[in-house]
């Protein structure tokens, strides 16, 4: 009986060692579920914000086009388009660029190719003065919009120009 006994505690003992391993393993694959389910939720969350903040730009922009009577002469569609492909070659965001753009349509007097252009220079400009896109922005819309006033100010903040190029704009 003793061996019996003693066969039957060994025995237990070394299921309950294998529970324990057992428990442990699942332990672990929890965890590292739960982590994974973390990493997912973060990555799924910044996917939503980025989204909503796109929509938001899009939103802005298309308010803006039709308060300033624009929306007839660009759809916003085509803006978020040039907005994305600008996005690739810069370091700003297209949903920077759309509130870029909303900002220059503010200026009657920036439409068309010069809407276009004056996007693309501000983005250069940022890059170049080191500065923020919406200042630029505001640096072009209002050397375009009143052209005298606007070589004065870019003059002030470093950007060079010309004699013929002065000539040009008085």
Known sequence: ????????FLGLTKQTR???MSLAVLRSRILILAFAMR?????????????AKQI???KKLANVLKTTGQQYTTSTKTLSRYA???ATTS???DELILNSMALMATF??????????AISISLDLAEVMGTDLKSAS??????????????????????SFSDEQRKQVK
């Open 1 to 8: 009986r003793a061996d019996q006994a003693t066969g039957g």
């Open 18 to 20: 294998l529970l324990r």
């Open 39 to 51: 990493m997912l939720q973060q990555t799924v969350g910044k996917m939503l914000e980025a989204n």
């Open 56 to 58: 938001n730009a899009e």
């Open 84 to 86: 994305s492909a600008l």
């Open 91 to 93: 370091r700003h965001g």
């Open 108 to 117: 009657k007097n920036v439409t068309g190719k010069t809407f276009k252009d």
């Open 138 to 159: 505001i640096m072009v819309g209002k050397a375009l919009d009143e052209p005298t006033k606007g070589l004065t100010a870019l003059t002030r903040v470093g950007v």
